[in-house]
């Protein structure tokens, strides 16, 4: 049998059998074919709840059925490095999905993240709220949550699941478009490079991650302390960015480049425009070589838990299913990969590749390979699986 046919052959065994596996996912996909970020979407309720007490309350957006029975498993979505948090597009469309695929859903806002700061810190105190909310909620199964970990939030939700202290609270991982190495993730960011069995290749980087890598993090590399100015301005520039929707790397952006380079300090101007260029431009290569690293190191000694081999606690981990988009031009694919190499002593963990998404939505591909449907099927089925429905 060709490789390719056995391919399909084995995508094909692994959706087949479990009717009700079957029926959740094609409710999962009906619901997030439908849903529209301007409406509600039918048969799912989403409201705006609080969670925790006093100061330590924060705000989230609950989904959940509108009809049928409770109590139902509960999901808990860690939002990324975003400006509109619970809001973004491809977070509420997700959590509308799980819904209508008889979830409740539960999306905490990590306001430091909606501010691009990139603590982690934040992110696990949040966490650790959400789960306790989810378990004292009447209409939650009980035996844990799945945790849903979407770009940069995927570490700090593996973190969580392994922590000993909430052993039996979580029941799966879920990851969404994340990373392994902060250093490769940065490269790049910088230089549209990764390594993929054995050879460079190289994807147009979306210039939104360095800008909010670096906003956090340049100023903190040793001899870059005058740079501050830079990192506020790229700050500023990743917040337009999200407040007004423009993709980073199209002509549309300039305008907001040359507003917040006013900002920068004339001998500072330069480095502002290696991170910065005008969107018919890259990075000169060589000194974004020289940086990636850097910016790495700082950003390891400014919070260590953007790791897992630094943070991972050593408690056994739940089931883990990874999905990455193979066009996605904020974090590649392998680094999705990597990340399933490093768990596998470690947990249940499965990695897909897919043509279909890129990192937030689809792809833009017109074309999908043969059986990459069937592919993505099977891997949301698996991901619906971690909650034992």
Not at 30 to 46: F, H, I, L, M, S
Not at 96 to 118: I, S
Not at 149 to 177: E, K, Y
Request: glycine content about 12%; charged content about 25%; proline content about 7%.
């Amino acid at each position: 049998m060709r490789g390719r046919e056995f391919e399909k052959t084995f995508q094909l065994k692994r959706f087949s059998g479990g009717f009700k596996g079957h029926v959740r996912t094609l409710r999962w996909l009906t619901t997030w074919a439908r849903a529209r970020p301007d409406k509600p979407t039918r048969g799912v309720v989403t409201e705006d709840v609080r969670i925790g007490r006093g100061e330590e309350a924060i705000r989230a957006r609950r989904h959940r059925p509108a009809r049928g029975q409770s109590p139902r498993p509960g999901w808990v979505i860690l939002h990324g490095a975003t400006i509109p948090g619970p809001d973004h597009l491809a977070i509420a469309r997700l959590a509308v999905a799980l819904a209508g695929a008889g979830a409740v859903v539960l999306v905490p806002e990590v306001r430091e993240w909606r501010q691009l700061r990139l603590d982690p810190a934040p992110a696990l105190a949040v966490l650790r709220l959400a789960i306790g909310h989810m378990h004292d909620h009447p209409g939650v199964r009980s035996g844990g949550v799945v945790l849903v970990g979407t770009s940069f939030g995927c570490p700090q939700t593996l973190i969580t699941a392994a922590d000993p202290a909430l052993r039996g609270h979580v029941r799966g991982v879920l990851g969404f478009g994340t990373y392994h190495s902060l250093a490769d993730t940065i490269r790049f960011g910088l230089t549209g490079q990764f390594e993929w069995r054995g050879r460079t290749e190289y994807l147009r980087p979306d210039p939104y991650g360095r800008w909010v890598v670096a906003s956090n993090y340049l100023h903190r590399i040793p001899g870059y302390e005058e740079a501050e100015d830079v990192s506020r301005a790229l700050g500023e520039l990743a917040t337009l960015a999200g407040q007004h929707g423009i993709m980073s790397w199209e002509p549309s952006s300039d305008p907001f480049k040359e507003r917040v380079l006013a900002s920068v300090s004339p001998g500072n101007r330069g480095l502002f425009r290696l991170f910065a260029p005008v969107a018919a431009r890259e990075p000169d290569p060589i000194l974004a070589n020289e940086l990636a690293p850097l910016l790495a190191e700082a950003g390891r000694a400014t919070h260590p838990g953007l790791e897992l081999r630094d943070s991972l606690p050593a408690g056994v981990l739940p089931p883990v299913r990874l999905i990455h988009g193979r066009h996605d031009h904020l974090i590649p694919f392998t680094e999705t990969l990597a990340l399933e190499r490093f768990l596998r002593k470690r947990a249940d963990v499965t990695a897909t590749v897919t043509d279909l998404f890129a990192h937030s939505k689809g792809s833009g591909r017109q074309v999908a390979r043969p059986g990459e449907a069937v592919r993505f099927l099977a891997a949301i089925r698996g991901a619906l699986g971690l909650d034992g429905a």
